[in-house]
């Protein structure tokens, strides 16, 4: 039997593509941008197995037009960009990489909840723009970490290690989860409360958890009503998650006091948004797992699930789980028949 045909939709870190150019035959797509639509359509339509990132859009359409399709490797811990019900009517595994990039995302989470608080992209652009005259007593307050409570919506992964985080800066954890974590909740002194109410009473709320249909505007024009107006609002998470325009009227109101955001809706943010108009606002380019390490190790990890997938292995990072043991016996027979 030949090596299955495999689609990289961009250039990785690290080892992954060697490791693919071994045990497959591997198109790249090579250049800076995303494939465009026709060009994943035509790849996932000859392919027996992608590998994917957060940019490309995996839809019924384009799942359906891809009959040789065994597995979609996708490099992110999210995986709202495919269609996962479509994907399992097709018996298509998709795996994704948790684990081990929470840390790194948890680091970044912080970094950015700092940077809020203590101003720092504005302090920089203060300095650089010749506005440093002395130090003075009032320049540039900022708010207070350690004491304070932090609100984190979503207690998976990252939500655990950003709780990590914040226990050793001594603040006061309050969290909402689907689930209630009580191992958590006595490691850290956490305390669980309704969305509501953990709204109210947070300084500073981060958002962990996945996007979809029930988490998609989960902080609207209600919720950041029900925020403290020294609160600041920190998404490491997806961009929906938040209402973009009610952000906007809340933070030029002084409803909220800042934002710090590594996810907007869209992506990219159109270099004239509204947004970026605002001084309380914080800003990256969701880079938050974006450390040579993690990121060669995302790269890595997708490559081991999408050829644990084409050798007839039930990779340990399933997505749609609940299709992966059923899936096995057919992806045999399938791969047999292409022989
Ligand atoms: C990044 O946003 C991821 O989901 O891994």
């Known amino acids: 039997m030949g090596k299955p045909t495999v689609f990289v939709t961009r250039r990785l870190p690290g080892g992954a593509i060697d490791l693919l150019h071994q045990h497959t035959d591997l198109r790249l797509w090579e250049e800076e ?23 490309d859009r995996l839809d019924a359409e384009l799942l359906a037009s891809a009959p040789n399709l065994v597995v979609v490797s996708n490099m992110a811990t999210g995986f709202d960009n495919i269609d996962l019900a479509a994907a399992s009517e097709r018996s298509v595994l998709v795996t994704r990489t948790p684990g081990i990039l ?24 203060y300095v650089r723009a010749g506005r440093w005259k002395t130090w003075g007593p009032s320049v540039l307050l900022g708010r207070d970490v350690y004491g304070a409570t932090l609100g984190i919506v979503g207690m998976g992964g990252v939500g655990t290690e950003v709780a990590k985080r914040a226990h050793g800066f001594g603040m006061r954890i309050v969290y909402h989860s689907r689930s209630r974590r009580p191992a958590l909740e006595r490691r850290y002194g956490m305390t669980y409360l309704p969305l509501n109410e953990l709204l109210r009473q947070s300084d500073f709320v981060t958002l962990h958890v996945p996007l979809s249909a029930e988490t998609r505007r989960l902080i609207g024009r209600r919720e950041l009503r029900l925020m403290k107006e020294t609160a600041i609002l920190v998404n490491t998470g997806r961009g929906p998650l938040v209402d973009r325009a009610a952000l906007y009227e809340a933070l030029k109101s002084g409803q909220i006091a800042s934002a710090a955001l590594d996810v907007t809706d869209p992506e990219p943010l159109s270099p004239d948004d509204p947004l970026l108009s605002l001084e309380n606002l914080v800003i990256a380019p969701h880079i938050a797992s974006a450390s040579l390490a993690t990121r060669a190790h ?28 059923a899936w096995r016996t057919a992806r045999r027979r399938r791969l047999t028949s292409l022989a």
Request: net charge positive; glycine share 4%; charged share 20%.
């Open 33 to 55: 941008l995303p494939p465009p639509r026709e060009a994943l359509l035509r790849q996932a339509a000859a392919c027996h197995g992608l590998l994917t990132l957060l940019t």
């Open 102 to 125: 929470s840390e790194t995302v948890a680091d970044f989470t912080f970094a950015l909840l700092l940077a809020a608080a203590r101003r720092i992209p504005e302090a920089d652009r």
């Open 298 to 325: 995302m790269a890595m990890l997708a490559a081991e699930n999408l050829l644990a997938a084409l050798g007839g292995r039930i990779p340990k990072h399933a997505a749609n789980r609940e299709i992966a043991q």
